[in-house]
């Protein structure tokens, strides 16, 4: 099954993109902010990142720049968790390197269908 | 697949809230003009994850607000607004509105609107109050051509760094394909753009494609499959028309009602409901940090070792191993110790958890009263029982708020008496043998002592003002029924005077004590038990009883020489104690003990009471020693004049005194 890096500063978010993602079988890690992200990523390539814009720290935008430089990460998936308010977030990010986005808030089936969506 | 989101809610509430803290704290350093963006970003983000997570667990009015607070601050962190004084003042109006609405909703309790509404509209203002920036108008294909289209022309032209995204042309094609069915689409590749082999890059995309779709669907829903690599690509979609279709496509006129998947319904992303759960009650929790639970259980297995080195020792025990019992029983004594104490500190929490609520109490009650105050704290990382914490929260804000209202002066005032236009507040917090002491100390006015004695003699509170030390009168404030304030205040002025505070005090067996020099200033210091579970203790004899005296409250103790008692009738006897009479409280008497008590050879233990001193006759002094509080109240009923229960190493029980009631309960038996 697929793995899939969690990064969110909210423990809440991330408890529930956890629970969803491996209730439908995924594999997944999670990490509170970018630096912590990037360091896991820098271990295992993992087959999705699905990563928050705003987080102490590291931020989403920082994190995608920063994950593109690594040589497995070039063509993995980078999904943004963005919020409709920061519209500007969404163009940085595809600047960074971004696969796409998710505008929260959004549910666990929606989040679903599109990680689904991604990894065919 | 469905979650149920209500799992989650706590954790959400818990950061929130957390979260709330963080942005009252950056909101309250945070000056009108100011130019430090970390600030207005930390605040920020704040405010984007409660609306987030509010969103996302359906809480629509925490949601629908924090957007409106997440966007003024981000127009201030885009620095399309400056920092404003009313900008800062709405912002925090909205941290306690947002905590309101959270802890009614942790409660399962529907949240008061009314507030948030009017709060809202505010904001709303503010945001209208500028150029609001037009909508950007998107290329729409118009709705006739949508509405006549029997499929779609689409000319996807990737730039070269599309792959580099992570995006997969393939994944777009293949969305398509599930929306429409794969019969309906053609798709044609366009490699003119490929480059020699030599020259290639293969992480660069040279390939356009042409994608029909013989199918009626939605131009938005296509529009949705390329979403994400709209600005990384040329794409254009022209609209077949039925004349298009049908002549292209002919076998499409057998079904000319080609079925369209139904696209998902967009489950509702925002509930309106409040989950349905009734009111339902949270429990009390603490976090402990892991290291605090770890040496615990290293501690624990330290007994484990000790207990089983003692039960092998008494499964054939003689006297040759004495030795080694004494030492097995020196080490359970350590262990236990060592647990209790680390127990102990799990309930321990920072003062800063009480502390944290005044610089926002000091900037409201100050601007209140026209008064700059600089507040400072120190010793905000020292620890206490989480029990008394809750305790001492409304007398700190007590203290401070009479601090401010009484002893601050004005900016002009104090610069008539020569001192800075600013006044200083300050709360300090440190350990002092098993106490914790909070001082409050301020550089304002000081006690008036002519006014507190006038008032004083007025209310009968003194007979002989002239006898007073200035450190006697400054004490008379805290006696029952007495108030300086001029006018009732809503600052101070609550009904609620130093003598509520100071029985709040007693009743975590503290003790509160004022300095004051007048024209500079004063200091209230509160001194607490680090826990409400131990107390240290003078055990004492009365006949053949043994009772605790909480050590907090005894000022000294004296040889009693009954001759100097005075008995007044009707009422309790006193006696002479250097210049003042203090009223004599007999312990046996109080307790109805009769046996063995004579008290020729009896002691006197002078307590400080809520009304001045006490003194208690005892038969002995025994040791001092920390006692664990039993209460009575649970086990027993409620009993006058005690506070509850102690077991003593010998195995009997000990009552522990209750001083104000005792004296207050004596009282009564003699009237």
Redesign the interface.
Known sequence: MPSILAVD?????R??VT??LK??GFEVAEAKDGQEALALAQQKKYDLVLS?V???NMNGIELVKAL?QLADY?????LM?T?E??GDMK?QG?QA?????IV???????L??TIR??L? | ???D?S???Q??FE?SLEGLDIMEAQLLQLQAGSTDMEAVN?I??AA??I???????GFADV?QFT?LV??LL?EIRAGQRPVTEHAIELFLQSVDVLRALLLALQQGERPDLSTAEQLKQELQKVLDSSAVPETASTDVVPAAAQSSAQGWLIEFRPDVDL??????PF?MV??ICELVGQEAVTVEVDSSALVDIQTLDP?SCYLSWQIRIDCAIELSNLQEVF??VE??CDIRYQALSQAHATRDVPELEAQPEAPVPAV?PE?L??KEEVPAAAKRPVDASIRVSIDKVDSLINMVGELVITQSMLSQLGQDFDLSSLARLQQGLMQLEQNTRELQENVMKIRMLPISFAFSRFPRLVRDVGGQLGKQVQLKLMGEDTELDKTVMEKIGDPLVHLVRNSLDHGLETPEIRRQSGKSEVGHLTLNAYHQGGNIVIEISDDGAGLNEEKILRKAVERGLVSVPEALTPEEIHQLIFLPGFSTADTVSDISGRGVGMDVVKRNIQELNGSIEVQSEQGVGSTFTIRLPLTLAILDGQLVRVGNEKYVIPLVSIVESIQLEPRNMNHIAGSQPVMPLRDEYIPIVCMKDVFSLTKNTDLSDAMLVIVDGERGKVGLVVNELLGQQQVVIKSLEQNYERVPGISGATILGDGTVALIIDVTGLHKHSNERAA
């Open positions: 500063d909210s423990a809440s978010m408890q529930m629970f969803t209730g439908a928050d705003n987080m102490p593109r070039k063509f993995v998936p980078v968790l919020t308010s920061t163009t595809k390197g971004a696969t796409g986005w929260k808030p959004f549910n666990p089936d929606q679903l269908n969506r991604v065919g | 697949m469905s979650v989101l799992q989650f809610h954790v959400f950061e930390t920020f983000r984007h994850s609306k987030g997570g509010a969103g996302t667990f949601a957007h997440e966007t981000d792959l580099r995204t992570g995006n997969e994944r293949r969305e992480t979403e994400w600005d990384e998902e489950p992303a925002v």
